[in-house]
């Protein structure tokens, strides 16, 4: 079983709950068997990572996102789910998964409307210290990896008295968040060279 191990602090949904309208606890040791994985399903990685959470005030994933793993799958997946209108919650960057798949994160709160409401959620993550996934991009290479899962998810209301956050439950319709290899920042460079040779050729026809 892998599992999202709880380590962060109930008063800090406490602190942050004027500002917002949900909290979500990433520990999903109540029966999910998902995990971290790099380059294929079902092999799990340990090492280096960071990871980002977003939030979809949504009833359903939006399409594009939870897609086969294959070469920059990742990347792909991050593009659409940026223009689904997802937002960005809070970066875990430089952290260590010691243990196989296995993802030790805090308390998150996301803006969850109305508060307590099922939301989608989704995890971003990449094989390198870099502060965040795009900066991950910038600086890629032949062994950056980096992949993205998104999943309904139940929120807790942050208002006073509040309740305890909610757990991970809707991975278990999702799979293993699969790391793939991304473009390096050169080939993004070619491709758009590649392009305005196109349209200037065009154009002297």
């Known amino acids: 079983m892998k599992r999202l191990v709880l380590t962060g602090i109930a008063t800090f949904a406490l602190a942050l709950g004027a500002f917002a ?24 990685y340990t090492g280096t990572y960071g990871m980002e959470v977003w939030e979809l005030n949504a009833a359903a994933v939006p399409a594009g996102i939870n897609i086969a793993a294959a070469p920059g799958s990742g990347v792909t997946a991050y593009n659409a789910m940026v223009a689904a209108g997802f937002t960005d919650v809070q970066t875990f960057a430089n952290q260590n998964m010691s243990v196989e798949g296995t993802i030790s994160l805090g308390e998150v709160i996301v803006p969850a409307s109305p508060a307590g ?74 491709a758009g060279l590649g392009a305005a040779a196109l349209l200037i050729f065009r154009r002297r026809k």
């Open 21 to 44: 309208q949900g909290s979500i606890n990433l520990d999903n040791s109540s029966g999910i068997n998902y995990g971290v994985a790099i380059n294929a399903a079902g092999t799990y």
């Open 117 to 190: 409401s099922t939301v989608v959620l989704a995890l971003t993550a990449w094989n390198t210290a870099d502060a965040s996934f795009a900066a991950m991009l910038k600086s890629g290479g032949a062994n950056t990896r980096a992949g993205v899962v998104a999943f309904l998810n139940p929120t807790a209301s942050t208002a006073a008295p509040a309740p305890p956050p909610a757990n991970i439950t809707g991975w278990n319709n999702a799979s293993d968040l699969v790391m793939t290899s991304v473009p390096e920042p050169g080939t993004f460079a070619l």
